[in-house]
């Protein structure tokens, strides 16, 4: 059984992650320092897949701590979820983003390179194309970030493009577009500290009554009603599409195959606009969810999908889960916890 670090392995997507990663046999290792998570999440984790996780509370800015946790597993790989993920506070508080997220992953890097483990699979993001030059959008688009956490997540692609030409090291960097929705059994889901950022955690807290109305940020983009098109992501199909960047790191493994940096989108392919997916949330669920038009917010691009070719033909892998399945999911996990973990 392969051990696999999962840094980051609490939160959002890590915890959907590891169900998955425990079902194909290999053996996660959590590696958070619950900056924004909460041990429940690997409790609740436990109950789905009726087994013990290794949890390890630490910082990935601990190098002491990261290169005891590599002397004592023999890891066959890395999963880099760890890093701060909020658009506006990067902004506040750039330093801070630039030491959790390119310090943090340079001490990993190194730790790694210390104990010879060449296999990475690093979050990153749609927001590395910036205001991309036509849709969908492929891999070899031009890549610009005009806010500091974009700009964190592009310099660790680079420095992980650098690293690959120095030496035999694979790095699959996975290009998320827009996850959402949770694990079936509605136990773990995503849980925001303060008021969410993003669209479908604010539409549900509406739903469940925790917020009182959804501002849509604009509707006079150029899209089918002027709201902002997104590509949409169930968090399960994200979380297998980590499982088949794994399987191919451990092929490359066994044909003896550098595979170097590669960069790979995860989305559906396919745009849903704001209004789109509140009236999609309102029809699965049910519920009612109040919005207001409000100005445009700084920094929004008009549209956003992937192309997926490239994760189909290199991963084989594809997602299966539509926008009404994903408004399902998260309204059952908000509704059973509607203040998320500490419900
Ligand atoms: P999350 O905040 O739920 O999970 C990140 C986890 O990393 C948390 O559990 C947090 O406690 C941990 N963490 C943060 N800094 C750490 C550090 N220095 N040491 C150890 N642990 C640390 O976020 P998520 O939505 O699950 O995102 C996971 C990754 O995917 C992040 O790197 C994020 O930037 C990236 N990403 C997310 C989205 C999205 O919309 N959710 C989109 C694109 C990329
Ligand atoms: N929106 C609203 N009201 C809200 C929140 C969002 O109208 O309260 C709109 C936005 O204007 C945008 C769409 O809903 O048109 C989606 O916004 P999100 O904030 O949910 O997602 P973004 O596409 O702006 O950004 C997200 C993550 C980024 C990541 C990016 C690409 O927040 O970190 O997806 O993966 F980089």
Not at 207 to 235: E, P
Not at 251 to 278: A, M, R
Request: proline share 4%.
């Amino acid at each position: 059984m392969k051990n696999i670090l999962v840094t980051g392995g609490a939160g959002y997507i890590g915890s959907h992650t590891l169900i998955e990663l425990v079902k194909a046999g290999f053996n996660p290792v959590v590696y958070d320092n619950l900056s924004n998570s909460s041990v429940i999440a690997i409790d609740r984790v436990e109950n789905i897949v009726n087994q013990k996780i290794d949890f390890i509370k630490g910082d990935v800015l601990d190098k002491d701590l990261l290169k005891q946790t590599f002397k004592t597993h023999n890891f066959f790989a890395v999963i880099h979820f760890a890093g701060l993920k909020a658009v506006g506070e990067s902004v506040k508080e750039p330093l801070k983003y630039y030491q959790n997220n390119v310090a943090g992953t340079l001490n990993l890097l190194e730790v790694m390179s210390e104990f010879g483990v060449q296999n990475l699979v690093f979050s990153s993001s749609a927001t590395v194309y910036g205001s991309p030059k036509s849709l969908p959008i492929f891999e070899h688009f031009p890549r610009s970030c005009t806010n500091p956490y974009g700009q964190s997540k592009l310099m660790v692609e680079y420095i992980l493009e650098d690293l690959c030409k120095s030496k035999a090291f694979n790095a699959i960097s996975l290009r998320y577009f827009n996850p959402i929705g949770a694990y079936q059994t509605g136990t773990i889901g995503e849980d925001p500290k303060d008021i969410p950022n993003n669209l479908m955690p604010y539409i549900s807290q509406v739903a469940v009554g925790k917020l009182q109305k959804l501002s849509v940020f604009g509707d006079d983009y150029d899209t089918i009603d002027g709201t902002g098109v997104r590509d949409y992501i169930h968090i399960i199909d994200l979380a297998k599409g980590h499982l088949k960047a794994l399987e191919y790191l451990v092929k490359g493994d066994k044909d003896n195959h550098i595979i170097g940096f590669e960069p790979i989108n995860l989305g559906t392919g396919s745009g849903t606009s704001v209004l789109q997916l509140v009236n999609a949330f309102e029809k699965a669920t049910g519920q009612n969810v109040p919005y207001v038009i409000v100005s445009r917010r700084a920094g929004d691009i008009a549209s956003c999908y992937a192309s997926c070719d490239k994760a189909k033909s290199l991963l084989n892998w594809q997602a299966q889960f539509d926008i009404t399945r994903a408004c399902l999911d998260t309204w059952r996990w908000q509704k059973n916890n509607p203040m998320g973990y500490q419900s």
